[in-house]
């Protein structure tokens, strides 16, 4: 009902409503389309007049005038070399006549199929033929046959019968020429009308295009740029915080549309925003509640640190000292529980020593920088060269690359990766293999040892803290180094998984960001 009041507010404001921004677009591409087909249309037929005109000009005239003057030229060489050999009598003068023969025979027949359709031109290459065959039988082939029957030289009444039909025979070459002239001249002239229709055509279609967009931006302009402007200066008053303010739509059906829709989510943005008040209250509490417990954690860490650590290692050292100085000296059971004392009391130590560790992964943030994890791997086992020795145990390192890490944390990965390695090792020596291949944007650690491995359905269960799958006096620890491993890996941004398909033995994998080449090239 509050919807419908405001458009019915809208739409009294903005007075007549105008045509949709379909309609105005639909109207403009119809006119557009008219004009670009008509246009098209006379366009095409331009163009193939231009095109006929180009292939008189191109492919017929020109080659036919080509071919005319070679034509000529052939029957001189025909002319001379019967003239020089009817006069001398030696046969190298007909050299000319008989390469003017061959070449002749060919220019008639690619006139012949140039002036196909050409009618008059075709009438006189017929009449140039005949009189090309009448010169060569009434006078050529005689007067060679003469010369080589042994007279010496040609009747004058022949030669001059001669001259005359060969003057009669280039005539009606001219005659051919110039009509071939003439075809090439209306074909020419044929072509520069095209040519000017053409030009006429697109000037024509540029100034329609032209007035079409004008009349469409200026439409545009007033019927929808107006209308949203307004729009966007309303809707900008209720982004500064004036909710209260009423947006005024005007201008095609759309825009009055939006106008009503921004009105309706103003409101609701007034709605939301008394309950964000209440909901920012609430955060706030909740903020500073968890500051208190970050300040408490932080205090527990210190005296988890200090207080606890001291009265801890006195009992240790008391215990200890009496384990020295009255073992052996007392019954077998106070021997027993004197090494269950210094026992309880090592471990309750290391186990406090390993929850602070785990406690300050990603709460004491260090500097992540690029560092070699061949490096932090050689540190770790420098930190284990006493168990590894003991065990005589292999590590293999594989070409490993450089991550963005903190150095101590990467080490520590490491190390009790190696260390779990060492421990849950089978009969034979530990072997231990540590490497890497590019993954995307990161780089995937692979560790495989040749150990007891792990049950595939305890694949999860063994990055829990305090989770263990074997009894204290078998394998020692305090179940918190692989929950540890864990947590720097995804504290750098990666992940961490046992690989449950390889086996004998475990190998456990995980991922590292890699580092930039810009930033690897510069370290």
Known sequence: MAASTTEAATSNVAGPRRWPLSRMVRVATIGTVLLVAVAGVTAGLGLQRLSASRQSVIDVADPAEIQVL???????????????????????????????????????????????????????????????SSWQTRYA?????????????????????????????????????????????????????????????????????????????????????????????????????????????????????????????????????????????????????????????????YVASHDLQEPLRKVTSFCQLLQ??????????????????????????????????????????????????????????????????????????????????????LTTVFQNLLSNALKFHSDDPPHISVSAERSDAFWQFSVTDNGIGVNPEYSDRIFVLFQRLHDRQTYPGTGIGLAMCRKIVEYHGGRMWLDSEHSPGARFCFTLPAVPEDEESDD
Do not use: W
């Not at 002749?104 to 050409?118: F, I, K, P, T, W």
């Not at 529980?337 to 929850?355: F, K």
């Open 324 to 409: 020295r100085r009255y073992s052996g000296q007392l019954d077998d059971k106070a021997d027993l529980y004197i090494e269950y004392a210094v026992d309880g009391a090592q471990r309750m130590q290391q186990l406090i020593n390993d929850l602070l560790a785990f406690s300050r992964v990603g709460r004491i943030a260090g500097d992540q920088a690029p560092v070699s994890s061949a490096e932090a791997l050689k540190q770790a086992c420098a930190n284990l060269s006493e168990p590894i020795a003991t065990a005589h145990a292999s590590v293999e390192p594989g070409r490993l690359p450089v991550v963005r890490a903190e150095a101590t944390l």
């Open 70 to 132: 070679q034509l000529d030229a052939d029957m001189i060489n025909q002319e001379t070399g019967v003239r020089g050999y009817a006069l001398s009598g030696t046969a190298s003068f007909l050299q000319p006549y008989v390469s003017g023969l061959a070449s002749e025979r060919r220019a008639l027949v690619m006139l012949r199929g140039l002036l196909n359709s050409v009618p008059r031109a075709r009438g006189d290459l017929a009449v140039v033929t005949r009189r090309i």
């Open 141 to 301: 082939t005689p007067a060679i046959a003469q010369v080589r029957a042994g007279r010496e030289s040609v009747a004058s009444t022949a030669t001059d019968q001669g001259k005359a039909e060969f003057d009669a025979l280039r005539a009606s070459i001219a005659v051919l020429q110039g009509d071939i002239g003439r075809y090439r001249q209306q074909a020419v002239t044929g072509l520069d009308k095209a040519a000017r229709t053409l030009q006429v055509v697109i000037i024509a279609i540029g100034l329609g295009l032209l007035l079409i967009m004008a009349l469409f931006v200026l439409a545009i302009r007033r019927g929808v740029v107006r209308p949203i402007a307004q729009l966007a200066a309303d809707a900008r008053q209720a982004a500064a915080g004036n909710f209260e303010h009423t947006v005024q739509a005007s201008g095609p059906r759309e825009t009055v549309d939006l106008g009503a829709d921004v009105n309706r989510m103003r409101e609701r943005i007034v709605t939301a925003l008394t309950g964000s008040r209440a909901a920012e209250a609430e955060l706030r509490e909740l903020t500073e509640e968890l500051r208190r417990s970050n300040a408490e954690l932080e205090q527990f860490a």
